[in-house]
Structures are given as C-alpha cells and as structure tokens.
C-alpha cells in the first residue's frame, strides 16, 4: 500500500496488530492456522476488497503467523498490490481442473495447517453457482469454529476505524441534505435520489481527493433514497424501490451512508410533507421518545438484550406494541448490519468503541412509517452520538 | 401480484410450473419436502425478492406441493403482498429467543418434512453477524443437497425470461451509449458513469411506467461505468472504482446492465481514447477473434468444457497464452454469475434457451485489458446474440 495521511484508512501498524490477536488465539486455542472465507473477515485482516463471486478467495494464516491470500489468477495482480499478506496463492479458474479446493488444500498443507485448525465456515459457500467440497472432506477433520472469535473482536472499534466512520456520516450527512433539499410534491423517489446520491458523491470525491477508496462491496459513493418507503408504503420497512411519485401527506423514510475505506454510517430520517397530522405528529413523537429511551440505556457493562428491554417497555406502556417490527439497532463498521444486536436475545455486554445503529420503529396500517436512525459510539460513560443530523419534526417538514 | 401485461415479468403460471417441476423431483427422490435459503432460490420459486441479512428466510415446499415462505416479523406484510405461497410463517426477530430457527424447526414439522428431506445449505450461512444450529443439528438428519437439481432448472430460460433479458439489454445499451458519448479525455470516471447511469435509468422508468420492477438486490436502475479498469489498470479484470481522469491513449473495460424484474444482462467493450496505436489494434484484433471463436462454439449438445478449448487453442496458435486470465463466460439470468460457465472444468451439454456472457480477455501489462462481453441465448442451431453494441474498433475510438 502506498503511504497516505494517518487521518484516512487504516494504518499497516493496526492490520499487523490484528493479525496478532488472531495469531494469539490460535495459540491459546492450540490450532495450527486459520482459514477465512468471508470476504469482510478478509477484508479486516489483509485490507484487501473485492466483490465474492463462484471463484473462491480465502484468507489463510499459520501458526507463525504467516499469511496467505488464495485467490484465482484473476485476482493475483490486484491482490499483490493491495493485500498485506506475505503470499498470494492462486488456482487457474472455477470450475476448472484441479478444483480450486484441491490447490487450497497445497497451500493449507505447505502453510503447516493439519488436525486441530479453525475456519469461518466449512468450505466456501455455494453462491452463484459456485460447488465444491467441504474443508472437512478436504482435511479429513471439521474446523473449529472461529466466527465468534472475529466477530468479538470486529466488534470494538479502534480510533482509525471511529475516525473512519465519522468521515462516513459527513457524506452521508450531505447526501441526505440534498436528498431533502430535492424531496417536492410531484417528483419522483428516483429522481431525487439519483441527483442527491450523484452529487455528494462527485463532492466527497473531490473534498478526499484521488486517494479516496471505498472499500465497499455495497457502492462506490455517497447514496440516499427512500427505497420505496413513501406514504402507506412507509409501513413495510425494507420495501424495494418502486419510483413513487411524493404527494402531499407523505410520511417517508429515508436512508444515507457512504463507504469510506470500507467503513460505513447509517443515517435515516422520517419526514412528512406538509404539515402533519395530529396522528403523524403524535407518532413522531413516540419514535423520538423510543429512540431517547435507547439512547439512554446504552452504557457499557450492560447487556445489549437490557436496551431492548427498556425500549419494549416505552412501547407497551404506551400501547405501541401493535406497530413494533423489529429491535432497536445493530453494530455496524465494514459491514451495513454486523454483531452484537440490540435485541432482547443478545447477552453480549456493551463496550466502549463499539458503534451501534439506534433505530426503534412504528409502523402504523394507513399511516406510515416512522424511524430514526442515527449511528452512535459508545464511550466510557454512555454514547457519542455520530450522526448530527436535525432529529425534530419542525427540521422535517417539508412544505408542499 | 396484480395483473400486468403478458410482455413483462413472469406469470403466475409460469412460477406455478417452477413449483411443479421441483415436486416432481421430491416425489422421484422421495423426499419428504425442500428448504431454501438463498435468496435468488426464494426468488425464483415464489416470486418475492429481498436483500439477504442477519435475519434468515427461508422457502419450504412439503411433497403435497403446499409452498410457505419463512421470514421475520419486519417482512410479513412486504412477503403476503408479493410471494407466490400459501403461508407466510414469521418469527420475531433474530437473535431474539426462541432463536429463528427453532421456529422454523415447527413450521418444517407441521408441514411434514421429516427423515428425508432436501435443502440448498445446511442451515442458514453466516453472514452479517448471524449465528445459528445447522438443519442436521435440528432435524436429526442432514438434508439431501438439492442445489444441482435447482441450478439445472434454472439454467434454461423460458421466453418469459428470455423477454425480460431482451429488455435488460435494451436499457444496458442505452446507459452504454450514454457512458461512450460522456467520456473524454478530463472528465473522471465517477462522474461520467454516474451521469449516464442516471439518465437511462429515468428513460427507463419513464418508458416502462410505473409498473417496472427491478427485483435485485444489486441495483435499482441502469448502471454503465470502468470499476477502475482504464489505462494500465485495465489490465486488472475486477478493479474497484479509482475515479481516474481519463487520457488520451487510455484502453477502457466498460461494464453495463439493467435489473428488469430480476433479470441481468451483461454488456462489457473495450474502447481506446484517440487512435489505437499499432500495438492496441493488434490486441484489439485478436480479442475479437477469440469471440468470434467462442460464437462459433456455441452449439447445442456441445459440452461447455468444449467453447473454452476452442478459444484457448486459439490463445496458444496466437502466443497469447501470457494475457489469459479468465474462462470465456458464465450463464447469466437472476444472478449476474450462475452456472454452467464456459469453462474447461465445466462438462454440462450447452442445450437451447441456455444465456451465455461471452467475454475471453487479453490482460497486456503496460499496455491495458482488452474484452468485450456479449450475452447470447442458445438457439436450436446455434446462438443469438441478445447485445446488439457495435463490436468493432471504429466505432469504439473515442476522440481525443
């Protein structure tokens, strides 16, 4: 990787550092290596991208600590230069002959990796079109089970991967000003998404400048829209979009976020055009409560299942519960939805520089959809909150 | 599904002959019904397209054909308006206890799969944060791998499909031409890409109206653009988005399609900003040959092993073997890569109503990458090409 300013990506001293940690766990835990299929489990420990397609790609490190990047000979000029590994590995093509899998298992077996290893998954996952056998038939043994280990420690943010995502909310933060800056009786949900996504995408490029990197596999800039969640529609949550034309009396709901360095924020906002209803209004009312009630149990030493419990509550003291659909929020960094979970199933305790999505929801038949969701940090003492943008109603009433 | 004209999307009838396709096949396999979980599976079988998270789906099919979809709490509404089922079933939330899939485990029970039973994975995969027990670890039994009978179905297209890939490339060519018209020497590869990406997808929105449904979770409209492949760098195939100023002299790797209910096609050209220097006609040249050999390949009762030879033999006639660095193609449809691939490992017999990408490479370091892709349907004698792009070296030089 070329040297670039500390205050963008991650530096190569914070990839080595995680590479150690795994290293000692697979010492602790008496294994002889580690294979990773997941292409943003790769992605933290090597800082290489790329889009998983049928070709099979893994992450592999010993005992050493020596790391390997398998990839095909597709992939072999754009791993050496972007992967920190010390090797790059490569079969010719998927389905080919040999398969990919046996020319792993060389490299599994020239790496020292042999009776007790860990993987993510048993061999890579059957997608578009992709077959192959299991590291368990290849191996003759089934893996450890290494998930709950990368996800503990994917969890806790460092302040490269904080400073990362503060610079996703900004243009996210932009994009969704022009998104409702467009927003207008009678144009279309696509129109206005496109123009806002195109051009906080064209200024964000600009502001970083030519070292600016997404990293992403979701999208190459700054995006915002409402994916069809406009008027009644707002009640059915991950609606697909349908180019709905905005009429007066809309509630929507809105979304943002830009990947920076493979980091990425969350942003969504209820809006409503034309003044609202008593009903809209006292149902706004209720989500910004919801929302302060998470705001306000997220502490570290808590268990993230406790913060859906006080939000659960607001809802049945307030006879909400017929208009609940989901928990309160997930973590989120190189990935849009990650562990743990605000949800009443999640014991994990909470800890500082762990980054959540705070998102409580009313989905009321005939009325709408209401949510906020705002991306916040937890710090020794409670939360930052890294989304700055405007929460109340008056900031989202948009005239007719 | 409301009613639409024959000429888009699937029918009702035709999603009704998918399922009976796949009884029959329980029912010769007695197999006591069928659990799936990839999300272009569901999609093909029911008609409902989501975005796959942390939160499993799943469709189950029990050998009296009685079809259910599977989904939490957050998808109900959003699955009764759109699946081709008889039952939504829901669970909470994940993680949430009981865990989803112990629901599961009773919708299975009640619909009567028990002992032999099939599915496409053994369990729901491990993606976003999600954790789970296997369908072995439930069930008592691990489930028969039904992933190639699947895969089989859906490699030959209908002429319902095969119209929706029609239209797909209609709109790709539209945001092609775009792309071409817009890039010149000064201008960045974001902003031509997203400009021309915007302009088709409104053309396309406006000329199908508001009944046009995208129906993929990997884009909502028309998209051309480089993903970083110009100039030396087209020399690496999957490049991630750079914005690069393009120069003259630059070689360009387009990429464009359109989501047309579901459906992908795939176009891909090679251009050259100012004259094509000696060196660049050469490779240019060649590159069409290897197409055109690939074209000529393409029969039916040919296996798929057999198109590859083909063009490889032409590589090693041609010294060219050192810029190979790909098979020459995959089947293309819900997926923008599925099987079988054009691929000296692949021995599936080619067979009408097949779609092929078509896109052999040259990758030249220093100089640049050269490949056109072209999506092509099976016919009875032959092939027909559905991309009607020019192919030719004059009308892909831009000027300087």
């Keep these: 990787m070329t040297q670039q300013p500390a205050s963008f990506q991650i530096t190569e001293a914070e990839f080595h550092q995680r590479g150690v940690r795994l290293l000692e766990h697979l010492h602790e835990s008496k294994l002889s290596g580690v294979v990773l299929f997941d292409s943003h489990y790769i992605l933290y420990y090597t800082g290489f991208a790329f889009i998983p397609t049928e070709r099979p790609m893994a992450f592999v490190m010993n005992a050493r600590g020596e790391k390997a990047l398998f990839v095909p000979r597709l992939e072999v000029e754009h791993a050496n230069a972007n992967a920190l590994v010390s090797r790059v590995d490569h079969y010719i093509e998927y389905p080919f002959q040999p398969h990919p899998m046996q020319v792993l298992l060389t490299t599994l077996a020239d790496m020292g990796l042999h009776g007790d290893y860990a993987a993510d998954q048993d061999g890579y996952p059957w997608i578009l079109g992709y077959r192959g ?85 979701f999208s190459n800039g700054a995006e915002a829209g409402y994916r069809g969640q406009i008027g009644r529609n707002a009640a059915i949550p991950h609606a697909l979009a349908n180019n709905i034309v905005f009429s007066p009396g809309d ?107 705070v998102e409580p929801g009313l989905y009321v038949p005939e009325l709408g959809g209401f949510r906020h969701s705002d991306t916040v940090a937890v710090t020794p003492d409670g939360i930052e909150l890294l989304t700055y943008y405007p929460r109340d109603l008056a900031s989202l009433t948009l005239s007719t």
Tied chains: 1, 2.
């Excluded at 503990?152 to 932009?174: C, I, T």
């Excluded at 009678?186 to 400048?209: K, P, Q």
């Excluded at 990425?264 to 009312?285: N, V, Y």
């Excluded at 502490?299 to 659909?325: F, I, N």
């Design 133 to 217: 056998p299991s590291l368990s038939e290849l191996m003759g043994t089934p893996p450890h089970q290494i998930t709950a280990f990368v996800e503990d420690q994917m969890m806790v943010k460092s302040r490269g991967e904080l400073a990362l995502l503060r610079e996703s909310v900004k243009w996210g933060h932009l994009a969704h000003t022009l998104l409702q800056r467009y927003t207008r009786v009678g144009a279309t949900e696509t129109e206005v998404s496109l123009r806002a996504s195109a051009e906080a995408t064209l200024a964000m490029l600009d502001a970083i400048g030519p070292l600016y990197r997404a990293l992403s596999p």
């Design 251 to 357: 509630v929507l709901v809105s979304g943002a976020t830009a990947p920076v360095w493979g980091y990425h924020s969350e942003l969504e906002r209820t809006m409503i055009i034309g003044p609202a209803s008593d009903q809209q209004k006292r149902m706004f009312d209720h989500m910004l409560a919801l929302q302060e009630t998470a705001f306000d149990a997220i502490q570290p030493g808590v268990p993230c299942s406790e913060v859906d419990q006080a939000v659960r509550a607001y809802y049945q003291r307030h006879d909400l519960s017929p208009y609940w659909k989901h928990h309160v929020g997930h973590a989120i960094g190189l990935r849009y939805h990650e562990s743990p979970f605000l949800d009443l199933g999640d014991a994990t305790l909470i800890q500082p520089g762990m980054v959540f999505t």
